[in-house]
């Protein structure tokens, strides 16, 4: 996990060198600290998929890239195998397994997500981005939080919403959860 965090921050770091942009700009752009943003540069804190989604397209680079350090290839179709999915681990608590990361020029990313339980009265982290978000529980259960609405989700329960809202989910019962997030 942690070092695909540094490689992350290492693409973001080539990223800015390639296009001459100030650390301060991309700081911006996540809106967060310019310390928070060297941290993650540095690999030493992460980025969320959100925000790295945000960095993708204002620079117009594909996210794929910047998560894996791939660029997408296909363009008919791209199947995913069950299990076989480009994974990253962004924190301990957060598993991304991309379901079309070898698709050029998608119009929506899907994940399959899993989230790891954590403590009842763990800082809740939330996170905010461009378009809508569908997400639909596979496996467990989640609370999800959009704005200041909290609703639970089971198994087969799915939402979509406005992902310009500040969200985020955990996972409820002690159990990870499983989800597939589909990000327009």
Known sequence: MEEAIK????????????LDIPAEEIANLCGI?????????????ELSVANL???????NVS????LFGEEPHMSTYFLTRKGQGMS??????YKYQSLASGFRGRKADPFIVTVEPKPADAPKERNSHNGQEFNMVLEGS???????KAVILNEGDSIYFDATQPHGMRA??????????IIF
């Open 142 to 148: 989640m609370e999800l939080t959009i704005g200041q």
């Open 172 to 181: 409820l019962n002690d159990e990870p959860v499983k989800f597939l997030a």
């Open 63 to 66: 996210l794929d890239v910047l």
């Open 53 to 59: 989604q945000k960095i993708a397209k204002e620079y």
């Open 7 to 18: 490689q992350i921050g290492e693409r973001l770091k080539g990223l800015r060198d390639v």
């Open 33 to 45: 600290t310019l310390e928070q943003y060297e941290k993650m540069e540095n690999g030493e804190s």
């Open 88 to 93: 990253i681990e962004r924190r301990k608590a």
